[in-house]
């Protein structure tokens, strides 16, 4: 099988999704075309807002290019590259930045696309609506797979290359700190973070945190900005704790990446809580429900060494099936079964047919659906610049 495997363009976090699927889609022999969304985001902004300044030139009132602008030019060279490569499927990765008319193209040239949600429940609205014009996706959130009509649950998962228990080569050469925490500065994360009494305790925050307030008590525990996902596994491995907080959000059950990655790295660490915490880790991963109790606990698991290396240890069996490439033989199971009952050569040329639109459809905006396209940004606009 071949894949046109499109890159989320975010450069952490959702980034690491991709890698590991990717790396577990190629180790089941899949050939793997890379789609990579961050760096023609990157250009297309450069191009764009170049164009802009020349057009602005000549008509001073033309409007700046759109963030929506920007993904629509980002995105739009996957119909071609898909062709191009004759691919089976096109696998879009969070598709935050993917802009849906692109989608709706794909279809119409008769490629198969199916997309791995990744902000389920935090972006699910927008999801949903991408959903609906996908062949096939997969929702990170069990919580919300009834939602999609046309989709499942595959959960998060680690990558055996990056998350192994024990101290690994380079490991040493990160800080060692008492509770660690890689992640970004959600408000309500942050105030739980600042109510936490961290007197005498060396704590490490890594990620997002140019958010802070200037005068935030966390400011002088921030010990870098984003790092890549195996200097994360580093600093993990090298904590006494390891720390994870989710975002909040109501009926939200399943762990994040973060969960899967301490415990395979077989970090001790504590966490707020989630239905599947409990039912994958047990007692092992103490949970805390308020910051003056994680002060409490952090205190007295600090000067449990011997115990907490002993429940550590423990870990990574309970997640030694959750690899990216357990992950990636779910994923690929599920394309060749929606890819074989719809592949018939009648469904096919109808589809590609779709690609000629109907003159006395044909206008300025184009006939995308106007429900999926008013959200992002003014075409018109898009237009005058690119065309």
């Known amino acids: 099988m071949k894949i046109l ?9 959702t980034a690491d999704v991709e890698a590991g699927l990717r790396d577990g889609l190629e180790e089941h022999g899949v050939e793997v075309i890379r789609y990579r969304l961050d760096g023609r985001i990157e250009r297309a902004a450069s191009w764009l807002k170049a164009a802009w300044r020349k057009a602005a030139k000549a008509d001073p009132a033309i409007s700046r290019p759109t963030p929506a602008d920007i993904c629509y030019l980002a995105s739009t060279d996957a119909l071609a590259m898909a062709l191009r490569h004759q691919v089976d499927l096109v696998l879009v990765v969070s598709a935050m930045f993917f802009h849906p008319d692109v989608v709706i193209l794909l279809q119409r040239a008769g490629l198969r696309v199916a997309a791995l949600f990744t902000e389920s429940p935090y972006d699910l609205a927008n999801e949903v609506a991408l959903a609906r014009h996908v062949d096939r996706c997969w929702t990170n959130e069990r919580a919300t797979v009834g939602a999609f009509a046309n989709g499942s649950y595959l959960p998060h998962g ?11 080569p380079g490991d040493i050469d990160q800080p060692a700190h008492d509770v660690v925490f890689v992640g970004s500065a959600f408000p309500e994360r942050v105030a739980w973070l600042e109510a936490v009494d961290w007197t005498g305790i060396d704590l490490g925050l890594y990620g997002h945190w140019e958010a802070l307030a200037r005068r935030s008590p966390l400011r002088p525990f921030v010990k870098g900005g984003t790092v890549p996902n195996p200097v994360a596994a580093a600093l993990y491995r ?11 959000a109501g009926g939200a059950e399943s762990l994040n990446p973060r969960a899967y990655e301490l415990a395979a790295c077989g970090v001790f660490h504590l966490s707020d809580a989630r239905a599947e915490v409990r039912e994958i880790f047990g007692p092992l991963v103490p949970i ?14 600090l000067a449990e060494p011997t115990l907490r290396a002993q429940v550590a240890a423990q870990l990574p069996a309970c997640v030694a099936s959750s690899t990216w490439t357990a992950r990636a033989a779910t994923v690929l199971a599920d394309c060749r079964a929606f890819l074989q009952e719809s592949d018939h050569a009648e ?35 898009r237009d005058d610049l690119v065309l």
């Open 5 to 13: 495997l499109v890159h989320p363009g975010a450069s952490w976090s």
């Open 288 to 301: 805390v429900d308020n910051p003056d109790e994680a002060g409490r606990v952090i205190r007295y698991w």
């Open 158 to 168: 680690w990558h055996p290359r990056h998350h192994r228990p024990g101290l690994q």
């Open 347 to 381: 469904v096919r040329r109808k589809r590609r047919s779709r690609v000629h639109v109907d003159e006395r459809l044909r206008h300025r905006d184009g006939d995308l659906p106007e429900q999926v396209v008013a959200g992002y940004g003014d075409r018109k606009n």
């Open 238 to 248: 090298r904590a006494a704790i390891g720390l994870n907080l989710y975002r909040q």
